[in-house]
């Protein structure tokens, strides 16, 4: 499967974005991960099948992730960004046990 995320940009902190990851086929479990520079890539939220969620504590109360099954999309909703939110963003699934990423899509929060 291959995954296609999109909608980053730059945004003013307090601001909102939406990301979109479009799947080539099925997906089962989908977590949006984000590498801001010099860092490690870190779990942002992940989305089951059934629609089962999780969310980073740093994220919690300000992200929203969702998914349609039938169009094979998964959306992230970014609320109150904050400057330390700048990173790039990616999709993330797991298909028999081999990881498979989008590119990626920069999100710059500006003060």
């Known amino acids: 499967v291959q995954l296609q995320a999109s909608g980053g940009g730059l945004v003013q902190a307090g601001g909102s974005l939406t990301l979109s990851c479009a799947a080539s086929?099925?997906?089962?479990?989908m977590d949006w991960h984000r590498q801001a520079p010099g860092k490690q890539r870190e779990l942002v939220a992940s989305?089951?099948?059934?629609?089962?969620?999780n969310y980073a504590d740093f994220v919690k109360g300000r992200f929203t992730i969702s998914r349609d099954n039938a169009k094979n999309m998964v959306y992230l909703q970014m609320n109150d960004l904050k400057l330390e939110d700048t990173a790039v963003y990616y999709c993330h699934t797991s298909l028999y046990g081999i990881d498979q990423w989008g590119a990626g899509t920069l999100v710059t929060v500006s003060s």
């Open positions: 989305i089951t099948r059934g629609g089962n969620k």
């Open positions: 086929g099925f997906i089962n479990v």
